[in-house]
């Protein structure tokens, strides 16, 4: 007979934890400067989206709404002389994997409880 704990399906799931957020940190070092700032304002803004019911968690995701928070993070990084679609670009581009990420997370814990 199979002891209890053993049949949960989730026990060994956050023994890889460590080793994908160590992943990330170091993936994330190799980014050039101007990219980890856009990282780090990102994060910020998903930080404050991220509570229970908002509307980054919802199942079709306004595209208009998506495009106007990564440009609206975008905008406090371009100036006249920066190339300002580049900027939108890359902003955009690492607000969505940013946003798939916690989204995947968010369903992988929710599907436990």
């Known amino acids: 007979m199979v002891p209890f704990y053993k049949t949960l399906p989730f026990l060994d799931y956050y023994k890889n934890e460590d080793e994908n957020a160590k992943d990330l940190a170091m993936t994330k070092e190799m980014y050039p400067a101007d ?4 990282q780090s304002a990102v994060e910020n803004r998903l930080d404050e989206l991220e509570y229970e019911g908002s509307w980054i968690y919802d199942e079709y995701p306004d595209r208009q709404r998506l495009k106007a928070e990564a440009d609206a993070i975008a905008g406090h990084f371009m100036s ?3 190339g300002g679609c580049f900027i939108k670009a890359v902003v ?10 916690r989204r995947c997370r968010y369903r992988r814990y929710r599907r436990f409880w």
């Open 35 to 38: 990219t980890l700032q856009y």
């Open 80 to 82: 006249e002389q920066s």
């Open 92 to 101: 955009g581009m690492i607000f969505n994997c940013e946003l798939c990420r």
